[in-house]
Every structure is written in C-alpha cells, then in structure tokens.
C-alpha cells in the first residue's frame, strides 16, 4: 500500500511533527488553510472512523485535544476548528486549525441540498432503525 500518511507515520516522509505518543504523531499541514493548521493522523492505517475500535478512538481523540489545546497556546484563536473527512487520502486524520472571528470561516461547510428537500422525520427513523454497533 503507497499511503503517503502512513510513509509520514513510519518516518519514510519527511513531515512537521508537532505531537507524536504510541498511537498518533500531529504534524503541520503542508497546504495551511491558516497557520498553525494541523492533522492528528493514527499511526496504523484506517480509512474510515467507524473501523476504529472504542479504545483506538479514545487514543485518537486525546490526541485531538492534545493538538487543540497546544494551537489555542500558541495561537490564541478564537475557536480551534475540527474537520474529520475523507478525501484525497483514504487514511483517517483530524484536521485542526485556529479560526478568528472575521477569518472566512464562518461555521458549517454548505450543504448541496436544499432545506426543504431533506425530510427531517424520515432522516430521525432510518437513523434510528440503523441502530448502534458495526
């Protein structure tokens, strides 16, 4: 498999490490939507965040404060913005990055659908019949 975060995690790609503990290094986007934009990448290959275990998501999301918290030090931002997306690559990561009031980024990503097209009740109960669990 050529993962490009995962040559990052192994150390076969050089990268901006910022956090590194035994389940998740943070590095420096190397494409910044704002300085100081980081991504919290899991050291092990995963696509998708549902493929994690309960425990591989505990360690993955201290991480994710971990990061938070070092960008609202060194930055003093106003929010630290989270995105968690698949993409151009198909390897799990956490995006974080310092937001100020008047920056651009103004809330949610826009939606493709329009308001009166989502059918909020239908959305609750095939949510709700899915149930929990892999």
Do not use: W
Not at 4 to 27: P, Q, S
Not at 65 to 78: E, H, Q, S, W
Not at 107 to 114: A, D, K, T
């Amino acid at each position: 498999m050529d993962c490009v975060l995962c040559r990052i995690a192994n150390g076969e790609i050089v990268a901006r490490r910022v956090y590194e503990d035994e389940y998740c290094i943070g590095i420096l986007d190397t494409s910044p939507c704002a300085p100081g934009h980081c991504l919290v990448v899991p050291k092990v290959h995963v696509d998708k965040f549902y493929d994690l275990s309960d425990d591989e998501i505990a360690k993955l999301f201290r991480a994710v404060k971990t990061v938070a918290l070092m960008i609202r030090k060194a930055y003093a931002p106003d929010h630290v913005c989270m995105f968690a997306r698949g993409g151009r690559v198909s390897h799990l990561h956490v995006a974080l990055f310092p937001s100020n009031e008047g920056d651009g980024v103004s809330g949610f990503p826009q939606s493709n659908y329009p308001e009166q097209s989502v059918d909020l009740e239908a959305s609750a109960i095939l949510l709700r019949g899915a149930g929990t669990g892999g």
